[in-house]
């Protein structure tokens, strides 16, 4: 198969005025993916799907991801004037990157047996109605993921033919994959809690700070 | 009744050939060789119930093998698998629509307590927040041999049960409800999220 690179010259090529990023992924991994901008999303997947080079006609996995808000100090060089004198010092700046959805689709070729190259799309932000544009006219088995990260991530697709929640009830409102998720507070006794479930412990009992673990916790005065 | 005749007059009789028995006793033997039970599954837990009632474990031999598929006919639910909050209301009025007298088997961690998705957003931990459960079997899921002992533990129950009196059983008692609130899809979570009158969570218990 050809290379991303490649790939990305040839898509942008084909359709004119495409953006298409390539997203290095450091991980052990190594899977480099593309990123498609929303407007020309649908025709660069239909060159992926249609190029002879290519053929890549099996959509196996669509998915979400959700990256929240984060800040990434850097460690930065500094030229400044101390004492009259000009000395570099470091100083710590920090980054802020604003949160967005993604949804990543994993692309195989049947007729030419390769595989994978991986697209993504991203929202702008993580807001309510947050949008991006359907591949499911492109590949007919991304409708049912598609509408799985609907349902839990809150991701509109665009072009969907029928985009209701697959897995939770119509009348749900909540997100439940979306990171700043958190579940209906129905805790119940457990003998052994630990990790999450010992802080939501915490939450109902009274703390004993005399123990360590699990049994520093008693019955709640009713 | 038993506990009204002399056990050794009883066998003495036996013995000249006649048989001495009561209503209760005729009825209670009819009733508890011949459940019928609801035929649904909701996870792996059906598995091992679709075993139970092939040939290798042979339900029949306790006259359970008579799957129904409409509510109307069964006696017995074994809620076997994992309960989902979309499915719930499903089971319940499932329940509501059967005819009395009616029996629960909560099979499998799933359907007792949630599981190991007891800590998850969207499986109800625990049938036993909208139904009354008869019999709990542990396990996950439980081998066939244990939903057998859970169906001869039922058999013992309705063996027990009395027709009159103070303690007859909750099916011939008109204060007993026989139906019970279905829940509703909220936005958050079902509505409400178990019922108060049967449903007591468990307390911890320390010193």
Redesign the interface.
Known sequence: MQSLDEIKARAEAAVPGAKIEIVPNPGPANQPSLLLDHEHAGAVALFLRDDPALKLDHCSNVTGVDWLDRKVSKKVKVKKVVDGAEKEVEESQEEFFPGYLEAVYHLFSMTLKHGPVVIRMRTADRAQGAQLPSLTPVWRSAEFQEREIFDLYGIKFDGHPDLRRILMWDEFEDFPMRKDYREPDDYEYEPTPHDEVLEKAKQHYTPRPQLDGAENLTAAQQ | MSDQIDEGLRSELQKRGVWVTSTQELYNWGRKNSIWPLQFGLACCAIEMIATAASRYDLARFGGEVFRPSPRQADLMIVAGTVT??MAPQIVRLYNQMPDPKYVISMGACAI?GGPF?????VL?GIDRYIPVDVYIPGCPPRPEALLHAFMELQRKIDGQKLTGQDKASHLDREQPSEFPVPA?????LEP?SNPNIFR??????A
């Not at chain 2, 007891?118 to 969207?122: A, C, H, S, V, W």
């Not at chain 2, 899809?185 to 979570?189: K, L, S, Y």
């Not at chain 2, 969570?201 to 320390?206: K, L, T």
Request: charged share 35%; hydrophobic share 20%.
């Open positions: 909050k979309k307590s007891k800590q998850g957003y969207n931990k899809f909220g936005a958050h979570d999220p969570p468990p307390a911890i218990e320390r």
